[in-house]
């Protein structure tokens, strides 16, 4: 009685807000939120039962969250309405909310939220006084497996998902600097929305990244594209294809794109974004200065995936 009453509570709220529409209004279509969602997104969790409960009681900050089928979640981690640098990381094939904290596969160096703790950790590190928060962005659903992955589809949906949240937050923040990660597919996605983002969106990051939707790094306009592809990622043995609706062109990581490069370590295709490794670092001086090597990451830090919030 009492769970059956603070689902109905939790969904009223959300349907307020409009982080739930009705069935017949298409999930995609649902706007983005700002932190005036977190009482909402709390309410949702403590609805939705264990695990997503826990995480209530944890006083974990989502922006949105939806436990409907393979689900959806975005959580914020440090203090998103006075932020002036603002990163955010897009997984991509086959992660699932189920896989948000525990990673796909189980491996935990896959999960979204435990990257966005480590990335969060190593700014902290740099500079412990820095307006900065991170979002564990699975605001879409990945493709499941590598044949729906070949085509840009799901990636073009994602991306416009992506792009709802930053015009909200370049309207809430317009002084931000927002920089975009993506891992794999997720490369696809965030390239994709850097092509119609606001102006606050400064860089992107392709971690392992399979394309981000152009043949050159100029695509993308004034936005940096960075891309780090370790030396045993397997992404590096699939074939470069660009036909209509297959394919997503030249990898960032090739030097014909012209990317910014990235130092990658012998982490394969998960991780680059592992505490102590030289990708991690590197993504945290591109998200606080927009360059590398500015010598503010001292060699000697090593960073882990603590409650930095």
Request: no cysteine.
């Amino acid at each position: 009685m009492v769970g059956s009453r603070l689902f109905r509570l939790g969904l009223a709220a959300m349907l307020a807000t409009g982080l739930v529409r009705p069935s017949t209004v298409p999930l995609d279509h649902a706007p983005a939120g700002f932190v005036e969602a977190y009482p909402s997104t709390t309410a949702a969790l403590d609805a939705a039962g264990a695990p997503y409960s826990h995480w209530a009681a944890q006083g974990r900050q989502f922006l949105a969250f939806d436990p409907r089928g393979d689900g959806r979640a975005v959580e914020v981690l440090g203090d998103l309405a006075t932020a002036d640098r603002i990163a955010v990381l897009v997984p991509g094939v086959g992660t699932r909310l189920a896989d948000f904290d525990r990673g796909l596969g189980g491996v935990p160096q896959r999960a979204p939220a435990r990257q966005a703790r480590d990335l969060r950790a190593a700014l902290h590190a740099v500079d412990p006084h820095a307006r900065v928060a991170v979002l564990a962005w699975l605001g879409y659903d990945p493709p499941d497996g590598l044949f729906t992955a070949a085509t840009p589809a799901v990636a073009r949906r994602g991306a416009d998902q992506l792009g709802h949240h930053l015009r909200t937050l370049a309207g809430r923040l317009p002084a931000s600097r927002i920089t975009l990660v993506g891992h794999s597919y997720g490369a696809l996605v965030v390239g994709l929305a850097a092509m119609d983002a606001p102006p606050q969106v400064t860089d992107v990051v392709t971690l392992g990244g399979v394309g981000v939707g152009a043949e050159h790094a100029d695509r993308l306009g004034p936005v940096r594209v960075w891309a780090a592809e370790a030396p045993d990622d397997w992404i590096r043995r699939v074939p470069r294809l660009r036909l209509p609706e297959l394919g997503h062109g030249a990898r960032p990581a090739d030097a014909a794109f012209r990317a910014r490069p990235l130092p990658a370590a012998s982490t394969g295709h998960d991780g680059y974004l592992l505490p102590g490794g030289p990708t991690l670092a590197a993504v945290a001086e591109v998200v606080l200065f927009g360059a590398i090597g500015t010598g503010h990451v001292r060699p000697d830090v090593t960073v882990s995936a603590g409650p930095v919030r």
